[in-house]
């Protein structure tokens, strides 16, 4: 089974600051990761699927990159309702996987 | 748009069977171009998932080996729904649990609403 660990596993940060979680897999899954953000009380959401590719309504200030076994997600500029806390998700094979969660707070 | 209607108890006694149903609305359950998930989440477990159905042409199911000898899924087509049924619950299966749609290359675009599942008597 493939394991997938975030880093940090929490985050300080001020609006207006640029932000980068790491996701590592412990083998490749090509470019098969995906980046939820789920929020208190809430289901996951969709932010960036296959490595790179923005979900629909997601704003452009997300972003993704990588590959094989290690990715990043990106927020070039917080914004107050991104803070949250971030999953990373390989879909490369079953059982599928997530990462332990990265939670991002207010400085 | 889909949208994902979760429906179950949310309390279940040691040693018997969570059931939970996941309504379909905007999408067919017998589509060939997207599967259903089953994901719960808890504290000490984090985000796991637990299995899938699907149909190609036929119907398939894939299960987390964890859970692999006390779980069901099942779709029903006349109701456009699917269902989770997880046998001998203990302490352990206590978490919130989430019906997904994943897509062809599998990244969860749709989640049901969860249900927070406690198993105690």
């Known amino acids: 089974d493939i394991q997938m660990t975030q880093s940090p596993t929490s985050l300080s940060a001020s609006v207006g600051d640029r932000v980068t979680i790491t996701c590592r897999a412990s083998q490749s899954i090509s470019t098969y990761l995906n980046w939820y953000q789920q929020k208190p009380g809430k289901a996951p959401k969709l932010l960036i699927y296959?490595?790179?590719s923005l979900q629909s309504g997601v704003p452009s200030r997300f972003s993704g990159s990588g590959s094989e076994t290690d990715f990043t997600l990106t927020i070039s500029s917080l914004q107050p309702e991104d803070f949250a806390t971030y999953y990373c998700h390989q879909s490369y094979s079953t059982p599928y996987s997530f990462g332990q969660g990265t939670k991002l707070e207010i400085k | 748009q889909v949208q994902l209607q979760q429906s179950g108890p949310g309390l279940v006694k040691p040693s018997q069977t969570l059931s939970l149903t996941c309504a379909i609305s905007g999408d067919s359950v017998s589509t060939n171009s997207a599967a259903w998930n089953w994901v719960r989440q808890s504290p000490s477990r984090g985000l796991e998932w637990l299995g899938r159905t699907y149909y190609r042409s036929k119907w398939y199911n894939d299960y987390v080996e964890s859970v692999k000898s006390r779980i069901t899924i099942n779709a029903d087509t006349s109701k456009n729904q699917f269902s989770l049924q997880l046998n001998s619950v203990t302490a352990e299966d206590t978490a919130v649990y989430y019906c997904?749609?994943?897509?062809?290359?599998?990244?969860?675009?749709?989640w049901g609403q969860g249900t927070r599942v406690t198993v105690s008597s």
């Open positions: 997904v749609r994943s897509g062809h290359s599998a990244w969860f675009d749709y």
């Open positions: 296959v490595t790179s």
